[in-house]
């Protein structure tokens, strides 16, 4: 769907996923730039810092940092900071607060992920990023393919049902089930 849009001549382009864990990884195979997302005093960032998304993110911004929160959010930035400096390095994204209740920091929020985009650019990382975008896509369509040609017709879809009883029932291996499945199917 990015790609349509982006051919239609949408740029930038904004996805929004749900959640923090490792199965948000997905989207990395979608974006130039990674936004992180983060609400000021959530009790497990730093905990979290080490794991998913965070590992990835290129540009980090503490979100609702007006009224009450500010001060909390003023100190989450700082702890994120800090514990990026140490995890990543140079490599560290910037973290910044933003209110959408009071409108400050989008204009300093969007000059980040200019900044970003325009560093990986000049490095050449945009480009080994987007490689590994295309070859993300080209193994999931390629397990696409090959899942619809197990669902297609019933005989493929019951040697694969079977195979998957065997599988959950300890009776078979996973790749003796795979090398059967496929010398089968050939």
Not at 115 to 136: D, H, M, V
Not at 168 to 178: F, N
């Amino acid at each position: 769907m990015l790609s349509l849009c982006e051919v239609a001549g949408f740029s930038p382009g904004l996805v929004e996923t749900v959640g923090v864990g490792q199965a948000e990884l997905g989207v990395t195979h979608v974006v130039d730039v990674l936004l992180l997302l983060i609400e000021p005093g959530a009790g497990d960032e730093l905990q979290g810092i080490k794991r998913g998304l965070n590992e990835w993110a290129d540009v980090v911004v503490v979100n609702k940092a007006d009224a009450d929160r500010a001060e909390l959010a003023r100190r989450t930035r700082a702890e994120f900071e800090a514990a990026f400096l140490l995890l990543r390095g140079r490599d560290a994204p910037s973290v910044s607060c933003v209110s959408a209740r009071e409108g400050s920091g989008v204009p300093e929020l969007w000059r980040a992920l200019e900044e970003r985009y325009a560093l990986l650019e000049a490095s050449g990382e945009l480009e080994r990023r987007r490689a590994g975008q295309r070859k993300a896509e080209l193994y999931q369509r390629l397990s696409s393919a090959l899942m619809q040609r197990f669902t297609g017709d019933d005989e493929r879809r019951e040697a694969l049902a079977l195979a998957e009883r065997e599988v959950v029932a300890g009776t078979l291996l996973a790749a003796e089930a795979v090398q059967r499945l496929m010398e089968r199917n050939d």
